[in-house]
């Protein structure tokens, strides 16, 4: 049992979960409907892409690695504030949140 | 040595007259444009006079002529041919250009009271200096090439003139159908020009003339083929048969322009270019008979057609290229001076006709109709006077200027053998017809009681009166100088007439019976016009083929149009626009643009604003890259051959 915890977790089962949460980022943004699911499947993609760089930061001993996941992470945080801005908008312009319905590409 | 006369400024004056009109005519208040128009022409003039006096003997001066003026820079200059821009003074550019300048002055005196009221006032007179600018230019030039651009250029100003009032299509058409026709003759002109280059080397006249008088045996042959070639030209410009057509449609212009240029001035450039290039002519027997031919041929047909029209400037422009076939037939017997004095005669009493026509037709506001015309005697009496000088002189009745020279081309055409007999009966029979429908128009408008609607008709204002009584005094007096004197005066131009010596009884003879031929026309136009209109109807109808032949110009308008215009029409129309301009041209900008358009249907389909169809492609692309660069390509592709051989060995 301790052997089992003492492990190590192996390096492809980090890359097999970012896969994994990537692809799930991709096929929600894909056919999920609502522009803020959406807007939360773009958010699971840049954490698998984190989750990445981690793995080979750790892997080849390398900070950059980890300096990079801050960077993407403070991009993110302001990408999630001028994206909720205009999910806003949109909604108090068109009254709904159905990505197909708002392809006009103006309001 | 000779005193400089200053040649370059007779055209340049009317020149400098047309770009102040023609550019700033329209910000220019009236008074201006009449001033610029009417003293560049009389600058003009002025300028010719001073010349002339000089050789006239009247002033001190002491020039030998043909006096010339080249400018100092050659115009074209290649190995074994020089053109130079030059300008020739002779005793027969003299005459041309003091008739031109005289008459077109008194013709753009006249245009002021004419024209008065027309918009288009000062456009009008930048025309018409335009045209004395290269009309000049044609008489002065010293070689063929120089005469040659006064020869379009003046074609071009009867084009702007005629379709002077380019809002009416008739009019517009008009201008087309003589500069289209014009080009035929052109195009003989330029043969001919390109075969002298080829032949002599040069196109300078006096040059020409001194290699051909020097080898009197050289005859016909090429010499023939180039006269004749010109003579094309001429005809065309000249309105002979068979080009003649473009002259009666061009009196949709202006009344003045018809007097100008379609009766005294453009129209005798033809007349003028044989005189010119005579030495030519002489050379070659055939053409000289050709140019008889056509002449007398053109005086006849022409004053048939005239008999029967109706319309008083249609008269004229047919009695118009009548009277010039009476030139050519001139020319055709070698009395090339006999033909430049009906030229000159011509100018003063057809400018005189052409201009109280223009005054009858302003004061019945725009009437031509002869039938709806008469008893305009008392109401004009002015315009009546004048007409019938203008009339007594065209009929060749003494002491009028017409008689002299008519006389002298009928005593020249007798003189020339058993042809010249031929070539003086048609001649003789022309003059009779030329009386009898002179007096017919003189009849129509004049006598007998109105047809008119307009009961109010008014004299025209001073500026045109003035200028008819000019022009009468010189229908009267125009001839008396005598075809002696003025042939001799021609003489070092254009040679001498062919005489027979002392023989002044038949000289009588023949203007007693071209005087009594005259007449008898005169009578006949009485008996028919002078009462009742019931004569000429009666005659109509007994001869009804006759009547409906002359009364449409022997349907040659018609005939031109058929075998001419119409297969060149549909050639064009086929060949030209459903072929060239809709199949080739406009296929291509339909490919082109079909091309343009079917990749951009395609192409929008990418720009659908559909979000999650961007991150589709994102993806896509995206995978396809991810692909690319993990699939070992290089090693796929080198065992394809073998997987493919494996598979087929199985």
């Known amino acids: 049992m301790n052997s089992f915890f003492a492990q190590e977790v192996p390096l492809s089962w980090y890359l097999l979960l970012s896969a994994v949460l990537f692809s799930l980022g991709v096929v929600g943004f894909l056919i999920k409907r609502n522009l803020i699911t959406v807007f939360m499947s773009i958010e699971l993609m840049l954490n698998a892409v984190n989750l990445s760089f981690v793995t080979f930061a750790h892997q080849w001993h390398a900070v950059k690695g980890q300096i990079f996941v801050f960077f993407v992470m403070m991009v993110a945080a302001a990408e999630a504030a001028v994206g909720l801005a205009i999910i806003i908008a949109v909604f108090r312009a068109r009254a709904t949140l159905a990505v197909d319905r708002i392809d006009r590409m103006k309001l | 040595m000779n005193a ?55 002033l001190p001066a002491s020039n030998s002529l043909p006096y010339t003026e080249t400018c100092p820079l050659p115009w074209i200059n290649i190995p074994a041919l020089q053109i130079d821009f030059s300008f020739v003074l002779d005793q027969l550019s003299i005459v041309m250009l003091l008739v031109i300048t005289g008459v077109g002055f008194l013709i753009h005196v006249y245009s002021v009271g004419y024209m008065a009221d027309d918009e288009g006032y000062a456009r009008y007179f930048s025309y018409l200096n335009l045209f004395l600018f290269f009309m000049t230019v044609l008489v002065l030039a010293g070689n063929a090439l120089v005469m040659f651009v006064g020869w379009e250029g003046v ?126 002519f002489d050379h070659s027997p055939v053409a000289l008979s050709v140019v008889a031919t056509v002449g007398a041929a053109t005086a006849i047909f022409a004053a048939t057609i005239a008999l029967v029209q109706n319309d008083i400037k249609r008269v004229l422009a047919y009695s118009t290229i009548s009277q010039l076939g009476y030139m050519f037939l001139g020319c055709g017997v070698a009395a090339y001076s006999a033909a430049i004095f009906h030229l000159m005669t011509h100018a003063f009493f057809k400018a005189l006709l052409f201009l109280a026509a223009g005054a009858v037709i302003h004061s019945l506001g725009g009437e031509q109709d002869l039938r709806k015309m008469g008893g305009l005697r008392k109401k004009l009496p002015i315009t009546f006077a004048v007409t019938t000088v203008g009339v007594l002189a065209i009929a060749g009745i003494p002491p009028f200027a017409g008689f002299f020279s008519k006389d002298a081309i009928l005593y020249a055409a007798f003189l020339q053998g058993t042809n010249g007999k031929i070539l003086y009966s048609v001649g003789l029979l022309t003059a009779f017809l030329t009386a009898f429908y002179m007096f017919r128009l003189w009849y129509l408008t004049f006598m007998g009681e109105s047809r008119s609607e307009n009961v109010h008709p008014h004299e025209s204002p001073w500026s045109m009166r003035g200028t008819l009584l000019i022009l009468a005094v010189l229908s009267v007096c125009g001839g008396w100088i005598g075809m002696e004197h003025f042939g001799n005066f021609l003489a070092p131009s254009v040679g001498t007439m062919p005489t027979e010596a002392g023989n002044w009884r038949l000289e009588f003879i023949l203007s007693i019976v071209a005087v009594a ?108 890259v991810l692909l690319f660069l993990l699939v070992p390509w290089a090693t796929v592709l080198a065992n394809l051959p073998a997987i493919h051989l494996g598979m087929a060995g199985h």
Not at chain 2, 29 to 46: E, R
Not at chain 2, 265 to 277: E, I, K, L, P
Not at chain 2, 544 to 570: C, Q, R, W
């Open chain 2, 4 to 58: 400089d006369l200053h040649l370059w400024l007779i055209p340049l004056l009317p020149f400098v007259g047309f770009l102040l009109n023609g550019i700033l005519g329209r910000g220019l208040p009236k008074w201006f444009i009449t001033t610029i128009a009417l003293v560049a022409p009389l600058a003009s003039f002025c300028v010719v006079l001073n010349a002339s006096l000089g050789i006239f003997g009247f």
């Open chain 2, 517 to 624: 031929v005259a007449l008898e026309g005169w009578m006949i136009a009485d008996k028919f016009y002078r009462r009742k209109l019931t004569k000429p109807a009666q005659y109509a109808a007994a001869l009804p083929g006759t009547y409906n032949l002359l009364a449409n110009k022997y349907f040659v308008d018609e005939f031109y149009g058929a075998v001419v215009v119409k297969p060149l029409l549909g050639v064009s129309k086929f060949a030209l626009e459903w072929v060239v301009d809709i199949g080739i041209l406009g296929g291509a900008a339909w490919l082109l643009g079909g091309i343009a358009s079917f990749t951009g249907a395609i192409l929008q389909r990418w720009q659908s604003g559909n979000l999650r169809s961007y991150a589709a492609w994102l993806a896509a692309g995206a995978a396809a």
């Open chain 2, 155 to 280: 074609g071009l100003a009867s084009y702007l003139l005629i379709g002077f009032w380019f809002q009416k299509k008739s009019a517009a058409d008009a201008g087309k159908k003589a500069f289209i026709v014009n080009r035929i003759g052109d195009f003989g002109f330029l043969i001919g020009m390109f075969l002298l280059i080829a032949n002599f080397g040069t196109l300078t006249f006096s040059e020409l003339g001194a290699r051909l008088n020097a080898h009197s045996e050289w005859q016909g042959g090429v010499l023939t083929i180039i006269a004749l070639c010109l003579m094309l030209g001429a005809a065309g410009k000249s309105a002979q048969l068979p080009l003649y057509i473009w002259l009666p449609d061009a009196m949709e212009g202006p009344t003045p322009v018809s007097a100008l240029i379609h009766a005294a001035t453009m129209v005798t450039a033809g007349v003028y270019m044989v005189a010119r290039t005579h030495v030519l």
